[in-house]
């Protein structure tokens, strides 16, 4: 009897030992990123209060529904792209020591600032209060003067 236990109890440490494996690796990554974890919270929180705004100014200006299917399109890639840049500019700067400037900072602090003037461009085209303009004006005038480029108004 005890013949045939061997092989399950062979197999069960096998399982235990690749779901611990597994779970340290999973462990290790989060360790990793954890001193981006401000800047990545607080752009998933940006894009969540720019699809809200921007629902609010859609169904304001056009009498639009709220659409799933919009998110998945236009903000899900957004968010995931922008993550990405800055998990692998992270990456990229403590593999190689880069302490020049922090590349994910710089990144994640330009796209926090194009959501920001996306938020306040429709907060402004929900309320026609002014001070949305010029907190927009303030925002893109700061990015075109540090990168040198205009922002795009467009989605």
Known sequence: MNEYLIPINWLRTIIEDVFALILSIIITVIGLLTPIKNIVNLLLLLFFIDVIF???AAH????ECFKVSIIWKKTMPKMLVATALI?????WDITY???FVSS?????WFISGLLIVSISENGWKITQWRPFLAITNII??????TTNEKVDETN
């Not at 304001?60 to 009498?63: A, D, E, I, V």
């Not at 998990?87 to 990456?91: A, I, M, P, Q, R």
């Not at 994910?104 to 994640?108: F, M, S, T």
């Open 54 to 56: 921007g629902y609010l």
């Open 60 to 63: 304001k200006l056009r009498g």
């Open 87 to 91: 998990v692998l500019t992270y990456l």
């Open 97 to 99: 020591g880069q302490d």
């Open 104 to 108: 994910y900072k710089l990144i994640g």
């Open 140 to 145: 893109k005038g700061k990015i075109e003067s």
